[in-house]
């Protein structure tokens, strides 16, 4: 495992009016080190993912930095980190249509759909056949975005980022939206990609969280309440704390699953 930070950031905080969504938020990841930020609802995930796509700026003091660089624009950030959020499949399920080949080509371009415009190389199509191999969306090719199950679309998006050979890929609540079988055919073709990727997931379900991942970061409140390794935290106490409710996990061999009375 490197050393090289993949994100820091140090005492951020986001205010909407008198409300902190972060408050004095700081996180340390390192590459090559595959992460679940878990949280219950309302604790900042979503915020902080919109920091780190700045969409959300942290107040004066604040500091963000992705694999060292504090100022990058949205295409190096496709490069550094991919970003797959259930949120943006709704861009790409209504009109016009869009074919999933080219849904995943014009990746390259940051746009919906492929125009006059786009001069598109061999090595794109390249690239983004094996990205949807990667993903095992490849037999999806020639349907459109709208037609596809909630999973495959996931599957095509995540191939979308991935066609920029990103460092990391963080997915925002991946299983959003998946039935309990879609949810662990997804998580396995996750568990391929954690070969090659650091995969940085958000969620608020333990039971997402794939074998390969061995750090955990938990908020609560716009702060890291706990952070540390998997055996040391995902127990009930920590996640009785975590939820604010008395929460049973059980470790069935390397996954793990909570209940609550
Ligand atoms: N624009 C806003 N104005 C005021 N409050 C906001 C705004 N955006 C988010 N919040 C509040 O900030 C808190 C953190 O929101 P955020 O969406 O980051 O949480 P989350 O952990 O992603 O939650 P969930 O699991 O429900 O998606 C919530 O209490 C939310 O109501």
């Not at 008198?18 to 408050?23: A, D, Q």
């Not at 930020?37 to 780190?52: D, E, Q, R």
């Not at 100022?71 to 249509?97: C, K, Y």
């Not at 995969?199 to 952070?227: C, F, N, S, W, Y």
Request: charged share 20%; proline share 3%; net charge neutral.
């Amino acid at each position: 495992m490197s050393d090289l930070s993949l994100l820091t950031i140090r005492d951020a905080s986001v205010v909407r009016g008198k409300r902190y969504l972060l408050n004095g938020l700081s996180l340390t990841l390192k590459a090559g080190q595959h992460t679940a930020i878990l949280g219950p609802n309302g604790s900042g995930k979503s915020t902080l993912v919109k920091l780190i796509t700045r969409q959300l700026y942290p107040l004066a003091g604040g500091h963000v930095e992705i694999f060292g660089q504090t100022r990058w624009n949205v295409t190096e950030l496709r490069g550094l980190i991919g970003i797959v959020s259930s949120s943006m499949q709704l861009d790409f399920d209504a009109h016009p249509p869009l074919e999933v080949f080219d849904c995943v080509v014009s990746g390259f371009f940051a746009a919906r759909g492929l125009w006059k415009q786009h001069a598109v190389t061999e090595e794109m199509r390249v690239r983004s056949r094996e990205a949807l191999i990667q993903t095992g969306a490849d037999h999806l090719v020639g349907r459109d975005m709208s037609t596809l199950s909630t999973g495959e679309a996931r599957r095509v998006l995540i191939a979308r980022a991935l066609v920029h050979r990103p460092k990391a890929l963080l997915l925002d609540e991946p299983c959003a939206g998946l039935d309990p079988a879609s949810r662990r055919v997804f998580l396995e073709s996750l568990r391929r990609l954690a070969a090659n990727t650091t995969l940085i997931m958000v969620t608020h379900h333990i039971e997402e969280i794939l074998p390969e991942i061995g750090h955990i970061v938990m908020l609560r409140d716009g702060r890291v309440l706990h952070e540390g390794g998997k055996a040391d935290l995902l127990d009930s106490a920590h996640l009785t704390e975590l939820f604010g409710m008395p929460v049973e996990v059980t470790g069935r061999g390397d996954w793990y699953s909570a209940s609550v009375d």
